[in-house]
């Protein structure tokens, strides 16, 4: 179960757009992310790669957490509502449901639920 100030930190690190040095930091080196019914992704140091790829792409990022967070043992619920405006001049904003299993302090498998219909990306003049 992860205490609550190591949440705390982890969920600053998000919101400060340290998407992944929050990976880095907080996840297990074996974690498992998964998207909606997709395959999972395995490997802290690739979800890492793949964060900062990510952010290639981005002119400026606002992550905010909602509150309130759901902690249950080794469980954790975190929704989160993401505001991309990307490089070519257009915006994407995801709200998403992220569910945690820890193991310890660290996150072992990660579910992220979204409807896909948000991540196309929008001309900010719309």
């Known amino acids: 179960m992860p205490s609550p100030a190591t949440l705390e930190r982890f969920i600053a690190r998000v919101e400060q757009n340290a998407h992944a040095e929050a990976v880095e930091e ?9 998207e909606n019914q997709s395959p ?15 952010f290639k792409r981005v002119k400026s ?24 405006d990307w490089i070519d001049g257009t915006r994407t904003t995801m709200e998403e449901i992220a569910c945690q299993r820890r193991e310890g302090e660290r996150i072992a498998e990660e579910t ?15």
């Open 26 to 34: 907080y996840y297990a080196a074996d974690a498992t992310l998964q």
């Open 40 to 54: 999972p992704r395995s490997g802290r140091e690739a979800q890492a790669a793949r964060e900062r790829d990510l």
């Open 61 to 84: 990022v606002t992550s905010t957490c909602v509150r309130p967070v759901f902690v249950n043992g080794d469980k954790v619920v975190i929704r989160w509502i993401f505001v991309f």
């Open 112 to 126: 992220f639920f979204y409807d896909p219909a948000q991540r196309v990306p929008r001309r900010l003049d719309e």
